[in-house]
T-cell receptor
Framework: AQTVTQSQPEMSVQEAETVTLSCTYD???????LFWYKQPPSRQMILVIR??????QNATENRFSVNFQKAAKSFSLKISDSQLGDAAMYFC???????????FGTGTRLQVTL | GAVVSQHPSWVICKSGTSVKIECRSL??????MFWYRQFPKQSLMLMAT?????????EQGVEKDKFLINHASLTLSTLTVTSAHPEDSSFYIC?????????????FGEGSWLTVV
């Protein structure tokens, strides 16, 4: 069974600084997708970034980028120039192939301070 | 962008009654939808995969007779919590994958809070 581990229950970052959230996963599949989702207090799940396992290039979306280390099964999220609106729960998630069902990590609560 | 709507957003029901939650894809067809449950301060746990025109596939430990899933059309899946009890109180959220989309694009609903009193 696939597992996703987020070892940081809480993280804090000052506004305009950079923070990295960690995620590791375990799978025997060769084709899969990895995601970072943001969940603000509204509970709406917002896709932050997505990485296809077959792509060696790390995904980037504006201030958000990932460090995807396939051999180490590591998928960390870097948030640059942190903003107050970035404060939320962040979930790392795994999906095998195109099955679309997600296995989530336990989440990291990110606080952004002035 | 694609929209997935859940209804109701909030529901309170008495213990022993049944409650239905709808998950609707508003601007795309979804052969497959997924239902998740999230307890307070915890992660999302997949409950079942809802397949249009066929039986849902339940995850291990999820009672299929208690959590009835119906996917009668390409835009609607329903989750019915039968004989609800206070321990069923939770946040339920669905997701859908457009049938016509290649790759792994997934859209989430806004979620539904269920409180059983």
């Amino acid at each position: 069974a696939q597992t996703v581990t987020q070892s940081q229950p809480e993280m804090s970052v000052q506004e305009a600084e950079t923070v990295t959230l960690s995620c590791t996963y375990d799978t025997s599949e060769s084709d899969y997708y990895l995601f970072w989702y943001k969940q603000p207090p509204s509970r709406q799940m917002i896709l932050v970034i997505r990485q296809e396992a077959y792509k060696q290039q790390n995904a980037t979306e504006n201030r958000f980028s990932v460090n995807f280390q396939k051999a180490a099964k590591s998928f960390s999220l870097k948030i640059s120039d942190s903003q107050l609106g970035d404060a939320a729960m962040y979930f790392c998630a795994y999906s095998p192939g195109t099955a679309s069902k997600l296995t989530f990590g336990t989440g990291t609560r990110l606080q952004v301070t002035l | 962008g694609a929209v997935v709507s859940q209804h109701p957003s909030w529901v309170i029901c008495k213990s022993g009654t049944s409650v239905k939650i709808e998950c609707r894809s508003l601007d795309f067809q979804a052969t497959t939808m997924f239902w998740y449950r999230q307890f307070p301060k915890q992660s999302l746990m997949l409950m079942a995969t809802s397949n249009e025109g066929s039986k849902a596939t339940y995850e291990q430990g999820v009672e299929k007779d208690k959590f009835l899933i119906n996917h009668a059309s390409l835009t609607l899946s329903t989750l019915t919590v039968t004989s609800a009890h206070p321990e069923d109180s939770s946040f339920y959220i669905c997701s859908a994958r457009p049938t016509a989309t290649l790759g792994n694009t997934i859209y989430f609903g806004e979620g539904s809070w269920l409180t059983v009193v």
